[in-house]
């Protein structure tokens, strides 16, 4: 059984940096595109930031780039989201998706291109 299990939220003052865990199990997802979201109050899903396979092409929603950063290490089947420069608007429920294969770039950013969630974490950035 496959599971994603977040950690490393929690409430930051802005300008502050957290990091974010993605720790996966019942498979490996070392060439799976895997991916952060985020769910902010009253507001939709959104992509946060993806990376094709591990090592490979990156992808960052706009809101974020040059700010957050996602990796992941293989040995621990672990996905991050290391996030600085952290702003209110950045306060959301942030979630890992995992989808074993490749995306193309253009599906990245696709919530439903993802067979496996996270349960969430949530962030708090206050002003």
């Known amino acids: 059984q496959v599971q994603l299990v977040e950690s490393g939220g929690g409430l930051v003052q802005a300008g502050g940096s957290l990091r974010l865990s993605c720790a996966a199990s019942?498979?490996?997802?070392?060439?799976?595109?895997m991916a952060w979201f985020r769910q902010g109050p009253g507001k939709e899903r959104e992509f946060v930031a993806a990376?094709?396979?591990?090592?490979?092409?990156?992808l960052y929603a706009d809101s974020v780039k040059g700010r957050f950063t996602i990796s992941r290490d293989n040995t621990k089947n672990t996905l991050y989201l290391q996030m600085n420069s952290l702003k209110p608007e950045d306060t959301a429920v942030y979630y890992c998706?995992?989808?074993?294969?490749?995306?193309?770039?253009?599906?990245?950013?696709?919530?439903?291109?993802?067979?496996?969630w996270g349960q969430g974490t949530q962030v708090t950035v206050s002003s």
């Open positions: 019942g498979r490996t997802f070392s060439g799976a595109a």
């Open positions: 990376e094709r396979w591990s090592g490979g092409s990156t």
């Open positions: 998706a995992a989808r074993p294969g490749i995306l193309t770039m253009q599906m990245l950013g696709r919530a439903y291109e993802y067979d496996y």
